[in-house]
T-cell receptor, first 109, second 113 residues
Framework: GQQLNQSPQSMFIQEGEDVSMNCTSSSIFNTWLWYKQDPGEGPVLLIA?????ELTSNGRLTAQFGITRKDSFLNISASIPSDVGIYFCAGLVNNDMRFGAGTRLTVKP | DTGVSQNPRHKITKRGQNVTFRCDPI?????LYWYRQTLGQGPEFLTY????????KSRLLSDRFSAERPKGSFSTLEIQRTEQGDSAMYLC???????????FGQGTRLTVV
């Protein structure tokens, strides 16, 4: 089963709003990855984080690798309709990659 | 297209039949993962290969499931005597020598009727 706790489970926001979601674990990871998945498709990698405390941006997306190595968050600024989808965090240690249950994002125009 | 490729995209099978899925990873990637995903859940780890060696198998992988990567390139996942509970999206991912960023294929959606 899942070893990562991802929250919130779902979000309904207005276009233009900022979004924040996070992932926590009782285990330490060496890498945190954030993916977005559209219906019927495989997850697409958004951001990869490699060092504790690292803050990385990819366009309107910003993610941070928690200092304790047990958590990470993803922020999306100025949301647009195409941000709709399910966002997954994944923690990686020694080639073992585990996923959260996902955050379903709905953006209302 | 140099991404991860999975075939078929969709498979409908009768209960009790055997099915086989194929994954072609990104060509220079030596690590290959199989995951299963059911509706509303994140991907669940099934098995992992480094080159042709299968290094880890989840307890989710019952004896009806077998995966191979004979030449360290493409991989196959076979499910024997399928059950309705096997209905899911089967995802393949690959990563390079550093073993960090993993890239997924589009998945194979299996429906057992």
């Amino acid at each position: 089963g899942q070893q990562l706790n991802q929250s919130p489970q779902s979000m309904f926001i207005q276009e233009g709003e900022d979004v924040s979601m996070n992932c926590t674990s009782s285990s330490i990871f060496n890498t945190w990855l954030w993916y977005k998945q559209d219906p019927g498709e495989g997850p697409v990698l958004l951001i990869a984080l490699y060092k504790a405390g690292e803050l990385t941006s990819n366009g309107r997306l910003t993610a941070q690798f928690g200092i304790t190595r047990k958590d990470s968050f993803l922020n999306i600024s100025a949301s647009i309709p195409s941000d709709v989808g399910i966002y997954f965090c994944a923690g990686l240690v020694n080639n073992d990659m585990r996923f959260g249950a996902g955050t379903r994002l709905t953006v209302k125009p | 297209d140099t991404g991860v490729s999975q075939n078929p995209r969709h498979k409908i099978t009768k209960r009790g039949q055997n099915v086989t899925f194929r994954c072609d990873p990104i060509s220079e990637h030596n690590r290959l993962y199989w995951y299963r995903q059911t509706l509303g859940q994140g991907p669940e780890f099934l098995t992992y290969f480094q080159n042709e060696a299968q290094l880890e198998k989840s307890r989710l992988l019952s004896d009806r499931f077998s995966a191979e990567r004979p030449k360290g390139s493409f991989s196959t996942l076979e499910i024997q005597r399928t059950e309705q509970g096997d209905s899911a999206m089967y995802l393949c991912a690959s990563s390079g020598q550093g073993g960090t960023e993993a890239f997924f294929g589009q998945g194979t959606r299996l429906t057992v009727v």
